[in-house]
């Protein structure tokens, strides 16, 4: 009767064990970390190269921190962030052929960040491989919404110029004659094309525009100086590069005159800008696009932009202590990469299709604001992103927050006047 007892028991107990077997869960091995393979084209090299060579140490930390926090979340999956970088040096040909070195021998699944004069040379290659390409609409008359499927435009350089003028033109009430400079060249009426503008510009704000173009490749500015005088400039805003600027800067410092420049792109350190102005009284009023997202007033950032815009900032300062960051990298570099992170979160996977499916006409948080989308009436596609046109200005030693006139559609026309209109190819 015992042994009998016994078996009953061992019995009972192997039956709990396969029980209790059967409702523990089996341990799944962990899930192969995958990897998101980006790139950007910028110069490094020739004369812009400042800029790609300013931004690209900003960019890299804000991957690393992505995946220092364990990567991107993409539907089921964990992804770990690959960044790289191919020289763009403003030209389309060179500019295309890094895009290729990035698709071709990077896997890349999309270039982000590009603000060179070439769309039309990099979304030839782009669009065949599928590749998302985010960047600027500078050179947009090549574009065309049908043909061109997979580009966005991050950094809607064409509209922000007006309201970064206009920012400017606000900060200083008893200006009322805005100056408009540039290098002349190609076959492109600027006059025609912006007398419309001009005109509404004048009616809406009470700001007058007139224009001086100049030679490119000019370092003496003392002529247009003069001509700007004339023609009663209180502000100028130009279209050049940091040399340019800063010279003259420097030239109407010496005629004798302190108008605010301003430049569509950031400024840089305050010692390169002192160094091309000549003096801390000649670079006095340079202005510069300034959208760093924790000095915005007008435009509100999302927390965890915010928050990772801080990180970034912290751990460039902390791995750089010798160098500025440059505010530029949060105007086209590490925003074009929050886009694409953004919508691949959205849309749940890496698919360019659905990708894209996410960013016509979608709304999305960004580092530099939330923004829909809506850039379907002026370039006759949806993919446009606004931007916050932030300033800074140089005041004693230092580069400190002017104003902002935010663009929170890119279809809104300046009084009642589109400022572009597409150009199919």
Same mark, same amino acid.
């Given at each position: 009767m015992g042994q009998y007892r016994l078996s009953i028991s061992l019995v009972l107990a192997v039956i709990f064990l396969a029980v209790s077997a059967c409702s523990t869960p089996v341990a799944q091995p962990p899930a192969e970390e995958k990897v998101l393979k980006v790139g950007s084209v910028m110069p490094f090299s020739g004369p812009a190269s400042f800029w790609g060579l300013a931004e690209r140490p900003v960019m890299e930390i804000y991957a690393d921190l992505i995946n220092e926090d364990g990567g991107l979340k993409i539907g089921d999956d964990m992804y770990r962030v690959e960044m790289y970088f191919?020289?763009?040096?403003?030209? /389309?040909?060179?500019?295309?052929?890094?895009?290729?070195?990035?698709?071709?021998?990077?896997?890349?699944?999309? =270039?982000?960040?590009? +603000?060179?004069?070439? !769309? @039309?040379?990099?979304?030839?290659?782009?669009?065949?491989?599928? &590749? =998302?390409?985010?960047?600027?609409?500078?050179?947009?008359?090549?574009?065309?919404?049908?043909?061109?499927? !997979?580009? =966005? +435009?991050?950094?809607?350089?064409?509209?922000?110029?007006?309201?970064?003028?206009?920012?400017?033109?606000?900060? +200083? /009430?008893?200006?009322?004659?805005?100056?408009?400079? !540039?290098?002349?060249?190609?076959?492109?009426?600027?006059?025609? &094309? @912006?007398?419309?503008?001009?005109?509404?510009?004048?009616?809406?704000?009470?700001?007058?525009?007139?224009?001086?173009? @100049?030679?490119?490749?000019?370092?003496? +500015?003392?002529? @247009? =100086?003069?001509?700007?005088?004339?023609?009663?400039?209180?502000?100028? !805003?130009?279209y050049g590069q940091p040399l340019e600027v800063g010279l003259l800067a420097k030239q109407r410092y010496q005629m004798g005159y302190t108008w605010p420049i301003a430049s569509n792109a950031a400024l840089l350190d305050i010692k390169t800008v002192k160094g091309i102005a000549g003096s801390e009284e000649a670079m006095q009023n340079i202005c510069g696009d300034y959208c760093l997202p924790w000095e915005l007033k007008k435009v509100t950032v999302a927390p965890k932009y915010l928050d990772m815009a801080i990180r970034i900032r912290d751990t460039f300062e902390a791995k750089y202590p010798d160098k500025e960051l440059y505010a530029g990298a949060f105007g086209t570099g590490v925003p074009a990469m929050g886009h694409y992170f953004e919508a691949v979160q959205m849309a749940g996977t890496t698919d360019p299709d659905e990708v894209m499916g996410v960013l016509r006409g979608g709304t999305l948080e960004t580092f530099l604001g939330r923004y829909t989308l809506s850039g379907a009436e002026t370039y006759g596609s949806p993919v446009v992103f606004g931007f916050p046109c932030a300033m800074s200005i140089i005041k004693g030693n230092e580069i400190i927050y002017l104003n902002e006139e935010p663009l929170w559609d890119v279809d809104h026309p300046v009084g009642g006047v589109e400022m572009y209109k597409p150009i199919t190819k």
């Open positions: 191919a020289d763009g040096p403003m030209d /389309p040909a060179a500019d295309a052929a890094a895009a290729r070195s990035l698709i071709y021998d990077k896997n890349v699944k999309a =270039i982000l960040g590009y +603000f060179g004069v070439g !769309y @039309y040379a990099v979304s030839a290659v782009t669009v065949p491989e599928k &590749i =998302i390409l985010d960047c600027t609409t500078i050179s947009m008359g090549a574009y065309d919404a049908k043909k061109d499927p !997979y580009s =966005i +435009f991050g950094f809607p350089a064409v509209e922000m110029s007006i309201n970064q003028a206009l920012a400017v033109m606000q900060a +200083f /009430p008893g200006a009322k004659t805005l100056c408009w400079v !540039y290098a002349s060249g190609g076959n492109v009426d600027v006059e025609k &094309i @912006y007398t419309p503008v001009d005109e509404a510009i004048e009616e809406t704000y009470g700001v007058k525009s007139v224009r001086v173009a @100049y030679p490119a490749g000019t370092l003496n +500015f003392t002529a @247009y =100086i003069a001509k700007m005088a004339e023609l009663g400039a209180d502000v100028l !805003y130009m």
